[in-house]
C-alpha cells in the first residue's frame, strides 16, 4: 500500500481508521494515505521510538497484539482528529441527498448547526479520545520487554521537565 511511511508500509489501512474512528461509515476516499502516514509518523513513531517502530514496520507479525490492540486504536483517532476540520468542510456532496447541491462545499442548514464552539467541542473530543489510546498504548509498551523500545527520560532543564529519548 503505497503511503508516506518507510517502504510505503502503514500500520493501519483507511478502512481500519473508518471502521475504529467513526460512528458513520464514510467513503474510503475521504481519508488520504497520505493522512494515515503523517499520524504514523507524527504520533506512533515517537511513542515506539525509532529503533521500536522500524522493527514493528519491517516485521509486523511479531508485534500482532501491539498494533491490533494498541496502535491501530491510537492511530485511527489521530488520523481522524487530522482531518476532521477539514472532512467537515468537504463532504456536503456525500452527505446531502440533494443532488444540485453536491458541488457546495458544505450545506447550509448543516453549517449553521455547527457552530465555532460545537465544532471546537468535537476536535477536543477526538483529541481526548486518542490521547486516551496512546497513554493506554504507552502503559502496554511499558509492561513489555521490547529489547529495541527505547524508554524515554525525564530531565528538568531550566524549570521545564523535557522528555527525551
Not at 492511530?75 to 440533494?98: C, G, H, R, W
Request: one cysteine or more.
Amino acid at each position: 500500500m503505497p503511503g508516506g511511511c518507510k517502504g510505503g508500509s502503514m500500520l493501519i489501512t483507511v478502512r481500519e481508521v473508518i471502521e475504529t474512528a467513526y460512528i458513520t461509515l464514510i467513503d474510503d476516499n475521504l481519508i488520504k494515505e497520505q493522512v494515515v502516514a503523517a499520524a504514523e509518523t507524527t504520533y506512533i513513531k515517537p511513542v515506539l521510538t525509532e529503533p521500536l517502530y522500524n522493527e514493528v514496520i519491517a516485521d509486523p507479525g511479531s508485534y500482532s497484539t501491539l498494533i491490533a490492540d494498541y496502535i491501530k486504536p491510537c492511530l485511527a483517532f489521530y488520523v481522524k482528529y487530522l482531518i476532521y476540520s477539514q472532512q467537515l468542510f468537504e463532504t456536503a456532496e456525500y452527505s446531502n441527498p440533494d443532488p444540485t447541491k453536491g458541488k457546495e462545499i458544505i450545506d447550509q442548514a448543516t453549517a449553521a448547526l455547527i457552530t465555532n464552539e460545537v465544532h471546537q467541542n468535537i476536535i477536543n473530543d477526538i483529541l481526548f479520545i486518542a490521547r486516551q489510546k496512546e497513554k493506554i498504548l504507552i502503559e502496554y509498551i511499558d509492561e513489555q520487554t521490547y529489547e529495541l523500545y527505547e524508554k524515554p527520560t525525564t530531565k528538568r532543564i531550566s524549570g521545564f521537565l523535557i522528555n527525551s529519548t
